[in-house]
């Protein structure tokens, strides 16, 4: 069965940086997109960042700036690179995949992100 498996979560001042890792191990083929969502406490998972095989990149309005997400396609991993982080931002960050073939989705267990004031 495949996989994603995020890392790089923790607890940062506001202003602060963090690098968050996904990699999509087992039997994970044909991705097509894979990208970032958050949840924060009592609100809907929401879109971060998206980014595809070829490149291209989707951003939420409330990161765009502050925010690059970036893939190795030869290693199934992508990385979303969060600066001047703001108390807002805290939330549980998913990693999620797009694939050609069945199940057509993944998701990670979430690595928790919190920002403090």
């Known amino acids: 069965q495949g996989q994603l498996v995020e890392s790089g979560g923790g607890l940062v001042q506001a202003g602060g940086s963090l690098r968050l890792t996904c990699v999509a191990s087992g039997s994970i083929f044909s991705i097509n997109a894979m990208g970032w969502y958050r949840q924060a406490p009592g609100k809907q998972r929401e879109l971060v960042a998206t980014?595809?095989?070829?490149?291209?990149?989707n951003y939420a309005d409330s990161v765009k700036g502050r925010s690059t997400i970036s893939r190795d396609n030869a290693e199934n991993l992508v990385y979303l690179q969060m600066n001047n982080l703001k108390p807002e931002d805290t939330a549980v960050y998913y990693c999620?995949?797009?694939?050609?073939?069945?199940?057509?989705?993944?998701w990670g267990q979430g690595t928790q992100v919190t920002v403090s004031s």
């Open positions: 980014v595809t095989t070829g490149g291209t990149t």
């Open positions: 999620n995949a797009v694939t050609e073939f069945y199940p057509y989705e993944y």
